[in-house]
C-alpha cells in the first residue's frame, strides 16, 4: 500500500501503468506467478493508462487466491482490469 501511496504523482488518484509495470515486479516479485504475465498485459492493453489504489491492492490478493485461471470466475467481486487480465490471458494462449 506504501509504494502506491507513495508512487503516486501530486493529487491523482492513480499511477501510470508504466510506473506500476516498474514497480509490481519489484514489490511482489516471486510471491506472485502472475507477476512478469501482468505487467505484460499492462503495458500491451491500451485501454489501461492509469491503475488504481483499489486494483493495485487487488493484485496481490489476486495473486495468492487464484493459482488456475482457468477457474477464474468474472462473476468475483475483482476489480475489472483483472477480469481484463485473465480474459488477455485466455485469449492469447498463455494457459
Not at 489476486?62 to 482457468?70: C, G, P, W
Not at 475483482?78 to 485466455?90: A, H, N, R, S
Amino acid at each position: 500500500k506504501f509504494v502506491c501511496q507513495f508512487s503516486r504523482e501530486g493529487s491523482m488518484k492513480t499511477i501510470e501503468k508504466e510506473i506500476v509495470a516498474a514497480l509490481l515486479p519489484m514489490v511482489i516479485g516471486p510471491r506472485s506467478q502472475h507477476t512478469e504475465l501482468f505487467v505484460e498485459f499492462l503495458l500491451q492493453s491500451s485501454g489501461n493508462d492509469r491503475v488504481t489504489f483499489d486494483q493495485w491492492n487487488s493484485f496481490l490478493e489476486f495473486s495468492t487466491s487464484v493459482h488456475d485461471l482457468d477457474e477464474y470466475s468474472d462473476e468475483g467481486a475483482w476489480p475489472i482490469l483483472l477480469d481484463e487480465y485473465v480474459e488477455w490471458y485466455k485469449s492469447n494462449g498463455k494457459c
